[in-house]
DNA sequence: CTGTTAGCGCATTCAC
DNA sequence: GTGAATGCGCTAACAG
């Protein structure tokens, strides 16, 4: 073997002495040099970005952040896998992220329980800031992460009470909205299937729905079933109250996918026809609403509000600390296709 | 204002010298304390975790990281983000490398220039290792990762020649498989469409099923279609190609909603029947293959068996920099329902 | 088993 | 505008 013995020596670290050296000046003026706006001759600048380049030099954030006692890592906390709209928002918010200069550091919440570990492995690498996605945080981490200056935004989950910064929809306006959609489309019978029971904006929906019809003469609420999610259990649902003799005349789904599943249902395991004996309505606007096949009325999912309204809260903290936590509900709308009268 | 000017102060970072004062030990016994392994006295341990829980102490991973000269940071580059698959594998992969303490920063891979750039980024935090779903890396990018001894893995993506482990789909298996189910079922005319072309895995499939095609007395491959990918363009393409006259009566898709579009083109737009006229192929297996109004015969996407040898590789590579790198090739098979004759 | 010491790579004083 | 010195919080090596 030609390199004999040094076959695996991995290339010693280049630190900024080495740069130093080359260039011929000091440590401080590498610093100085990969330091925006630092006071530092245009010469000495060049010579040391040009040893830097011929060295291979990148600066160790590592240690940068040691020194400051700050980083730029950005925790996000991410639960919501199932659902794109929720995927795209965890893409962008990290592209946008790194356009500002800070890094992400991902965590799959895989379970409730083990959130306060989560974050404590976040708060161990410092980060400067946390993002949860549709999740939200118990009360004493939340506190802990305000202690130490950790500003903390929920996406798509409100946290009543928990004293944190949130983003996401308004599910009180929009009950209201969906029930005057069927009010006036003359539907009497509606049923509302969602998934786990404590999401606060589906709670809401549901909530003010249930309200707002409560106040007619003829639409009523015929069911309201929680941990329906998804194709499978939408289509079961449907196959289940027809079966038990509820037959509403208007399902609305807390998810698209689940909102499908009741249109096939309804159409190939009972052979009736949408929208003339059921209107159906799902929620995020996902790729298939809109599918040749499907056409379903839905709710518009506001993607790039939600993620606009987080970045600017998180980054106003991260700037300033002592701002107090924020909550901002969206309005959103129909996207009326084929599935309702 | 009760609290007057401390507005805002944010609390002290508790270092390891805190609680050293406060259990009565050195620096020493609380480092060694949140050692697994280390050697202390069980009374010794005690004491500091105790003073550790009323300071709420968590040890600085940052400054660990400069001393030790190597972090537990995983880079993890994201393109695919509109395959629910890959997304699975991104969930995956960061779930499986939490338990085996480390974690994972998270970049998107926005413009194929950038990832010189991107991959800079990760290695200024000094990660330990990098993982590229579907995507290559630049031959000098692999370089210096090696020179560093930062282990890569591809994942859907082979990057053939490059000097990179990767694990991915056989396409040239899985090109014979395809001719073989056509050629059985009589078909004679078949169309391929699929997204990008630099793919290796889609080229190597439709490579592999041309020449097996070419090899028989009649059945041909009438197209081969690239940047068709998604719904719409499935949707659309099926259309031009009937339009065209070309008029297969199978065609493979390299993604799931690509072969829904054609599906639903054919069906809603032409009046043909599927499989009568058409038989339709898709890839990937999501979710909605299997939904009743589709019914859509795929490939199966293994992502288990992907994950775990990405893990695999990566995580021996990350004990022992020294090993080669490897390339796995899977191979898979298909999911048959009633897309197809 | 435990404490003392040194140093990881960098940014920031402070003199000059 | 520049260099020397200091310390961020921790772990590793050593001596006890």
């Known amino acids: 073997m030609p390199d004999g013995g040094l076959t695996g020596i991995v290339a010693k670290q280049i630190t900024s002495i080495d740069v130093a050296n080359l260039a011929g000046v000091s440590v401080a003026a590498v610093s100085r040099a990969f330091t925006p706006g630092a006071s530092i001759a245009p010469e000495t600048k060049r010579r040391v970005m040009e040893a830097a380049k011929t060295l291979g030099y990148q600066p160790n954030v590592i240690a940068r952040s040691l020194n400051q006692r700050r980083s730029r890592l950005i925790g996000v906390l991410m639960s919501g896998w199932n659902n794109f709209g929720y995927v795209d928002v965890l893409r962008i918010i990290s592209e ?24 404590g492995q976040l708060l161990q690498y ?38 944190n910064s949130a983003v996401s929809l308004d599910g009180l306006h929009l009950g209201r909205l969906i029930a005057d959609f069927l009010i006036e489309r003359r539907h009497k019978r509606v049923a509302a299937l969602r998934g786990r029971a404590d999401i606060d ?20 609420l015929v069911a309201s079933l929680t941990d329906v999610l998804g194709y499978e259990a939408g289509r079961r649902s449907i196959n289940e109250m027809i079966a038990n003799g509820v037959e509403p005349d208007a399902v609305f789904c807390s998810y698209d996918d689940t909102a499908i599943g009741v249109l096939d249902g309804a159409r190939l395991d009972h052979g009736l026809e949408v929208p003339r004996d059921l209107s159906v309505i799902g929620n995020g606007n996902r790729a298939v609403a809109s599918w040749g096949s499907h056409e379903l009325t839905t709710i518009e999912y506001p993607r790039d509000e939600i993620i606009e309204q987080t970045l600017r809260i998180l980054l106003a903290r991260l700037e300033d600390p002592d701002l107090e936590p924020e909550t901002r509900l969206l309005e959103t709308d129909f996207v009326v296709r084929a599935s309702t009268r």
Do not use: H, W
């Open 96 to 119: 946008q992220l790194e356009t500002q200069g800070y890094e992400v550091m991902l965590k799959s919440i895989l379970d409730r329980e083990k959130i306060v570990e989560n974050v």
């Open 126 to 163: 410092q980060v400067a800031g946390i993002a949860v996605v549709s999740e939200v945080l118990p009360a004493e981490v939340t506190a802990e992460c305000a202690r130490r200056g950790v500003p903390i935004v929920l996406v798509n989950r409100i946290g009543r009470g928990l004293g």
């Open 201 to 220: 904006f589906t709670s809401d929906i549901v909530q003010s729905l249930s309200d707002r019809l409560a106040g007619t003469e003829d639409c009523e």
